[in-house]
């Protein structure tokens, strides 16, 4: 997953930063380090992981966590 593609599943979903980040269970700045694609302190790639895709991926199909169903 790209940034590109991770901001456009952000959009479509229609989330704003900060409720993606809680549907995620990340920080706001993890959010905004996947959706820049660089670590703001250092610049440096973020890659976002199989998981989050896949995260991303049940949310869009209206899945929750197992056992909260």
Do not use: H, N
């Not at 989330?15 to 993890?30: D, H, I, K, N």
């Amino acid at each position: 997953m790209t940034p590109a593609d991770f901001q456009s599943w952000r959009q479509r979903m229609g989330y704003s930063q900060r409720a993606a980040a809680e549907a995620l269970g990340v920080s706001l700045p993890t959010l905004q380090a996947w959706e820049r694609g660089t670590a703001f302190a250092t610049g440096k790639p973020v890659v976002i992981d199989k998981r989050t895709a896949l995260a991303c991926a049940a949310i869009a199909a209206g899945l929750g966590p197992l056992g909260e169903r």
